[in-house]
């Protein structure tokens, strides 16, 4: 059984998928960690709960510190040792969370690494994809793995950069969220990934002077701490379209199959 977390402000679909998550028979509870003010107009399934959250005084560049709030008390309201992290624009067809389970099930026993801290990861955390062109680039959207895991990736620090925008933006001068995130959560296993994050301009940003070196250090750990999943059918209501999945193949995006 899983607890399925959704983060971020209400789509007009994101409550319907979560009273339907919730009678999945995988599911046991369906927690929706939301922002104040947002209108709860549908009536919840028994075990599906709403947390509505203070946004923090900064949001970060891309909401990044919107994403790691929001999750990280959603992860407090968790009962299950499987959560899956999902985005509340992105949807889960039924087979999709079947699909994604089974998978994480026949890889729980895989061999984990200690953190730094001298602890043991419980579960390789499971992520949509993996992107081999840019260092520590976890595609951020979906997370599965242990409560124990989750809550050490998201309890990283708040990034006080300023906003992202306006489109296109220059990652020459502003670090891509998934590394950003990527990079904390390999900074808790190698010293490496310590030193690349703090000198993103040197190792992390496009067109660092030393990005293939950390670009190469990645590559050679990059199934050690996270897996990518499987495609499988994602409706993504914000953009009316479903994942991207074939576009994101093209920037270097690897999946399971």
Not at 93 to 121: A, V
Not at 129 to 134: C, D, K, S
């Amino acid at each position: 059984m899983a607890d399925i977390i959704i983060q971020g402000g209400l789509y007009p679909s994101t409550l319907t998928a979560a009273n339907e998550y919730s009678r999945h028979d995988m599911i046991e509870n369906v927690i929706v960690s939301t922002w104040e003010g947002e209108h709860i107009n549908i009536r919840p399934e028994e075990n599906v709960q709403f947390i509505q959250n203070q946004k923090p005084d900064y949001v970060g560049p891309g909401n990044l510190n919107l994403h790691l709030l929001s999750t990280r008390n959603g992860l407090k309201h968790c009962k299950s040792d499987t959560i899956i992290k999902i985005r509340s624009d992105e949807i889960m067809h039924r087979d999709s969370i079947t699909t994604w389970l089974n998978f994480y099930k026949n890889n729980k026993k895989l061999k984990t690494k200690n953190y730094l801290d001298g602890t043991q990861q419980k579960t390789k955390i499971h992520v949509i994809a993996a992107n081999i062109n840019y260092p520590y680039h976890l595609q951020d959207h979906v997370y599965i793995g242990h409560p124990d895991d989750l809550n050490k990736l998201f309890n990283m620090p708040f990034s006080h950069k300023p906003p992202i925008g306006p489109e296109p933006v220059d990652f020459s001068f502003h670090l891509r969220n998934p590394i950003y995130i990527g990079a904390n959560y390999y900074s808790l296993f190698f010293e490496e990934a310590q030193n690349h994050l703090k000198s993103p301009e040197k190792y992390l940003l496009d067109n660092a002077p030393n990005f293939k070196d950390a670009l190469q250090f990645y590559l050679s750990k990059i199934d050690e701490v996270f897996l990518p999943l499987p495609r499988v059918k994602l409706w993504w209501e914000k953009f009316n379209t479903e994942y991207w999945w074939d576009g994101y193949a093209n920037s270097g995006d690897r999946y399971a199959n």
